[in-house]
């Protein structure tokens, strides 16, 4: 004899379920081969759009051009409803500490020879956000000499270009055909149609049991 508490129990744990972990938004793969966007002078931003409410933890991917031989000394970020980092700013930090960067290897396949290209990452404290467009901005960016670059990337599908934004906040669609890779990682509740369906899985099998005893 099936114990429908049981079943029950697994339905609602089913609707209940735990949030998932994932790539919330990618904007694409570091090329490395392009160009990239300076923001040692100037502000860049790209659009990411979050389907769900969720929970951010990473934003990674983040492909940095700088010269041979040059370190990348730090950079400002931040993640905002405006581009250009105004409207409501959600996180940022100007830190010079606050990132990680990767070398990409072989280093001969990038950078056209003159330049080391970075993966570079930042973690957030659990940002809590609404599902809606937010932007990601980087400017300052400092090195030893030299400027940073931010990779680009030929934008596919939906994916749109990225912002050149001055200083107030004033963006206008770069004027190169191409946008800039980033990702962004966290959590988001699970689609209620999966749990759904989950639970109605459980109900036939319930249903199926029944019919045998």
Known sequence: MVHLSRCFGIAAFLLTAPAWGDILYSNGAINGTIGGYDFTDAVISDPFVLSFDSTLTDVTNIGIWVGNGIAIDGLDWSISTGAGGIGTVEASSSSSTDFSATELMPTSAYGHGGFNVYDVSFTLDNLSLAA??????????????????????????????????????????????YTNPFEVDGTAPEPAGVALLGAGLVALGVLKRRKKD
């Open 132 to 177: 809606g467009t937010y932007y990601l901005t980087l400017s300052n960016g400092a090195a030893a000499s030299g400027v940073l670059y931010w990779d680009a990337i030929s934008p596919t599908g939906t994916i749109p270009y990225g912002n050149v934004c001055d200083a107030f906040g004033d963006c206008e669609p770069s004027e190169n055909p």
